[in-house]
């Protein structure tokens, strides 16, 4: 019996790399875990991967993209409707299709890296809450990043987004406190798809910078949302807990 046994949780942008991770780290604990993403195909692969690490867990995959209203609501319903509720709230998604020079941004694609990082995440919390959450209570975990809070002059438009997403994590403390934590890690640079144009070719140099002289991986960041998801967490709430091996506390993000 895990930490989360008899828990439901819903993990977004859970295809691959963190939000994978994360999902199979909840299955782990015991809880049972609707995985979400905008493509079927690599969605079923990663509810299988589960599935294989966790034997017995109860596991299922829900297409759907963050930055739609009606595939929201649809992920919600059937994740309440298959596995019977909706305890953890791990909000993974993130896109960032926009370049460093703000000045030379096209606004409609910086109006979607809000509207899926930050207004979907808000999103995932309304349903979540109204479903659920608001007579039961939960967890809810946002993934931000350590470009929420410094600047990096390369993720200009994403770490704005991330730090609103920061902002919005400690206003919904707020309000949906006692009964529901809500809270963020922040991870640094992490061997994911998503990251990988800011290491391949040169992982050591990258890492060198960092206090562990490593880059992360999925799974220290998953150990980290996985703890604030259980009640060893129960007095942690509107926290961003950095997970990023130090980095910050060199001063530097480069």
């Not at 703000?102 to 808000?122: I, Q």
């Not at 006692?178 to 992490?190: E, M, Q, S, T």
């Amino acid at each position: 019996m895990g930490e989360l046994a008899g828990r439901v949780a819903l993990v977004t942008g859970a295809s691959r790399g963190i939000g994978l991770a994360i999902a199979t780290a909840l299955a782990r604990e015991g809880a049972s875990v609707a995985l979400s993403g905008r493509k079927p195909e690599p969605l079923d692969a990663a509810v299988a991967e589960v599935a294989a690490a966790v034997p017995g867990a109860a596991v299922i995959g829900i297409p759907g993209n963050t930055g739609q209203d009606e595939d929201r609501a649809h992920v919600v319903d059937r994740t309440v409707a298959e596995l019977g509720g909706l305890d953890v709230l791990v909000n993974n998604t993130g896109i960032n299709p926009v370049g460093a020079a703000l000045m030379d941004a096209d606004l409609n694609a910086v109006r979607k890296v809000f509207d899926t990082n930050v207004v979907g995440t808000l999103g995932f919390v309304q349903l979540a809450h109204r479903a659920w959450m608001a007579e039961h209570g939960g967890a809810v975990v946002n993934v931000a990043s350590v470009a929420g809070l410094r600047s990096t002059g390369v993720l200009s438009a994403y770490g704005a987004s991330k730090a609103a997403l920061i902002r919005l994590t400690e206003e919904l403390a707020w309000q949906l406190g006692p009964g529901i934590r809500v809270n963020a890690v922040a991870p640094g640079v992490v061997k994911t798809r998503f990251a990988q144009a800011l290491y391949t070719g040169r992982e050591a140099e990258a890492g060198s910078v960092y206090p562990m002289k490593r880059l992360g991986t999925p799974e220290d960041v998953a150990d980290l949302v996985t703890f604030l998801a259980t009640d060893k967490a129960s007095w942690i709430t509107g926290e961003t807990i950095r997970v990023d091996g130090g980095l910050l506390a060199t001063g530097t993000l480069g």
